[in-house]
């Protein structure tokens, strides 16, 4: 990946110059191939990759900006060079064939951002049309006002970490594919734009999906996979929070529980004090009734300020949790998944739409029309009933 990340500039300054049954509890089989690409997860690349992405150059990657559009240019660009294509397409076409661009309003300004889509198709014949769908926001808070000299909201760990992540995994499933060892299941790897301004570009994604939402086995949200909300604590430097909805995800995350256990990563997993407060991209898709986990190190002391640097992640600790999720992935990739309590099927939508619960005067309130929370910006959700028999 150093020497794809090295490649891919020559791409990206010209353009930034211008513009409910529990899975069985059994002992998960050996992974059949993937120890050594599990291996290609290195401390050493994800650091390089994440103190580009997240450097002064770009400015905070705030949404709609030319600095977030040129991270996007960049992500394309790599898997560009990892021959990872967008989907629908192969790797011969433009940058642009990644992009799925979206409008984005900005006071009086008309803005556009954009989620950069990457494709692995899987390897089963009766497989590959399921999908899972991995997920990390590349955008951030811009530039903004700051008690000390630094007004740049680098945004390294929220969501450089989870965006560098997602590049250092796709490497090593290409990797894997391309010596007979690649996943069942198709992997679809979704950069978000605009998630800071209420999760705009996943729900964007939701409402106008590339893959039929009914096809999509799991989802993997990664939002602030590096630094840490225990510093000095004995479990600082080796733990992860999963967030999960009971009623729809609760067989993934007792996989997820048992991959950590029998592949001897030894995270502790862990349920955070405060999970109302962990709204991330999951949520459009969780709302969906799809199933889908979150991974995150919380709301760590340097969250939504300039002090969230490159320099201030342990990129040991975040090394052991990628290391954790592409596991996990190729668990939900290739294994036969045991049904949710709560499935699409058994519900249909009621016509109204409600907000994410976050604390605003909003939050008990029905809408009747589809759109954005006035209180909070957040884009509304669908709310659902049990189909009559």
């Known amino acids: 990946m150093l020497k794809i990340f090295l490649l891919t500039l020559i791409f990206l300054f010209p353009l930034l110059s211008h513009g409910q049954t529990l899975v069985e509890k059994t002992v998960l089989p050996k992974l059949s191939g993937y120890e050594p690409y599990v291996k290609m997860i290195t401390e050493e690349e994800l650091s390089a990759q994440l103190h580009f992405i997240a450097s002064d ?38 940058l642009e064939d990644y992009f799925q661009s979206f409008p984005l309003a900005s006071g009086s300004d008309r ?18 049309s399921e ?28 969501d450089g970490s989870g965006t560098v992540a997602l590049l250092e995994m796709a490497e090593s499933f290409i990797e894997a594919k391309r010596h007979g060892s690649g996943t069942k299941r198709s992997l679809l790897f979704l950069h978000t734009g605009a998630e800071e301004t209420g999760m705009v570009g996943s729900s964007f ?7 039929p939402l009914p096809r999509i ?8 996979v590096g630094g840490s909300d225990k510093p000095g604590s ?65 709301l760590t002391e340097h969250y939504h300020k300039a002090s969230d640097e490159p320099g201030a992640i342990d990129y040991n600790h975040m090394t052991k949790i990628v290391k954790l999720i592409f596991t996990v992935t190729t668990e939900f990739a290739d294994r036969i998944l045991n049904k949710p309590s709560v499935t699409r099927t058994q519900f249909e939508k009621t016509g109204n739409w409600f907000c994410i619960p ?32």
Request: charged share 20%.
């Open 217 to 224: 086995s799991a989802v993997v949200n990664l939002d602030g």
């Open 57 to 94: 150059f770009f400015e905070g990657r705030k949404a709609g900006s030319r600095q977030e559009r040129a991270i996007a240019y960049y992500l394309a660009s790599c898997y560009k060079a990892l021959n990872v294509p967008p989907f629908g397409g192969g790797i011969a076409g433009a």
């Open 111 to 128: 803005l556009t951002s954009q989620n950069v889509i990457a494709f692995i198709e899987g390897t089963d014949p009766q497989l590959k």
């Open 358 to 389: 976050c604390g605003c005067a909003s939050d008990a309130r029905d809408f009747t029309e589809p759109g954005i929370c006035p209180d909070c910006n957040m884009r509304l959700q669908p709310q659902w009933k049990k189909k009559d028999r």
């Open 131 to 158: 999908v899972v769908v991995l997920i990390a926001h590349y955008d951030h808070l811009g530039v903004g006002k700051e008690t000390s000299a630094d007004s740049i909201f680098n945004g390294a760990a929220d």
């Open 205 to 211: 994604y939701v409402a106008n999906p590339v893959v």
């Open 234 to 298: 004995p479990l600082g430097s080796n733990y992860v929070y999963l967030l999960y909805n009971d009623s729809t995800s609760l067989p993934l995350a007792e996989l997820t529980r048992d991959a950590n256990n029998a592949r001897n990563i030894n995270l502790q997993i862990l349920k955070p004090e405060n999970p109302n407060r962990f709204n991330s991209d999951n949520k459009p898709f969780e709302y969906e009734l799809i199933p889908s986990v979150y991974f995150s190190t919380g």
